[in-house]
């Protein structure tokens, strides 16, 4: 599954800053926010075939339309420290380059312009996991969002399994 | 990516059986046979039964499981037999077998799932015996402890 990364996720009007495009969405008590343009869909799914020989972040696979997806559980990834959502209900289909997979979701907060201004520094009781593949955060609504890159998690975590 | 083959599925004969939670298929061609709970290899008097017997649930690190069926297959240093739940009534059915996607290869270790197949919304994955072996069999001998009689 291709995604098209052409499209700019920033915008700008001459004389102010600019602004990024985040879709936001949550996990539990954690909320997350990723490039619009990296979601293919998202599928209304409650359960993931596990896999043996995987990492526990792994939950598992699923078929879309005959295209095996792994799903990965972000709460077990980074470590969190708060309770696992039980009412997962959905998953967010993701593309970086030719890759794709999924991501557990309780909520689609949808999609919201952050200006430069609200990104906040990372905090400082975050997991290393959490950290690395932090490309920023900010308020909304009171509820901090993590921003994830994507690209950087998928790097990270074949540099887990190689550690095994 | 340009230049890169793309795997593509391929049919083959393949038998389902049970690990736990798992719910998992074997290419027919790559066993010899499917044998009851009791079995024991053809080896020498000098070899030790319990080597050759594995337990899934043990490799699969799920709590042991009440095994009824051996899948047994030849390799160089001799027979093998994996104890399994259960096999599906269905015995040998022929399917479409799904490449594992160039992702998720990264993530299986030891890559003993050689690919899925999907049915009725499950995703079920094919496991290669022989690379379970390689992998596991030099650093985890049966869990059944010398001298303890098959059930």
């Given at each position: 599954m291709m995604v098209d990364e052409q499209i700019d996720d920033t915008s700008k009007t001459p004389g102010t800053e600019p602004n990024r495009l985040y879709f936001v969405f949550r996990d539990g008590h954690e909320a997350y926010a990723v490039p619009p343009?990296?979601?293919?869909e998202v599928i209304t799914k409650t359960k993931a075939t596990p896999v043996p020989f995987t990492p526990d972040w792994l939950d598992g696979v699923i078929s879309v339309r005959g295209a095996i997806v792994p799903v990965l559980d972000l709460f077990r990834y980074f470590r969190l420290p708060s309770k696992i959502s039980t009412r997962r209900n959905r998953m967010i289909l993701v593309g970086v380059g030719p890759n794709a997979f999924a991501i557990w979701s309780d909520q689609i907060v949808g999609v919201e312009t952050v200006e430069e201004s609200r990104m906040e520094p990372p905090?400082?009781?975050?997991t290393d996991s959490l950290l690395k593949c932090l490309s920023g955060q900010f308020r909304t609504e009171g509820i901090m969002v993590y921003c994830i890159d994507l690209q950087k998690l998928l790097e990270e975590t074949r540099g887990q399994v190689k550690a095994l | 990516m340009a230049g890169e083959t793309v795997e593509k599925p391929r049919k083959s004969f393949l038998i389902l059986f049970r690990v736990g939670e798992y719910r998992l298929a074997v290419e027919a061609f790559s066993i010899q046979y499917i044998a009851g709970v009791n079995w024991t290899p053809q080896?020498?008097?000098?070899?030790?039964d319990h080597d050759r017997i594995v337990e899934m649930a043990a490799v699969l690190r799920l709590p042991p499981q009440e095994g009824k069926r051996t899948i047994v297959i030849d390799t160089p240093s001799g027979q093998r037999g994996f104890v399994v739940d259960s096999i599906s009534n269905e015995e040998i059915i022929l399917r479409f077998i799904e490449p594992v996607p160039p992702l998720l290869e990264g993530w299986?270790?030891?890559?003993?799932?050689t690919g899925f197949l999907v049915e009725q919304e499950a995703v079920i994955g094919v496991v290669d015996f022989h690379r379970v072996d390689q992998a596991y069999f030099g650093r985890m001998p049966?869990?059944?402890?010398?001298?303890e009689q098959a059930r």
């Open positions: 343009t990296s979601v293919v905090l400082s009781n975050l | 080896v020498g008097a000098e070899e030790e299986i270790k030891p890559t003993a799932i049966s869990v059944r402890p010398k001298g």
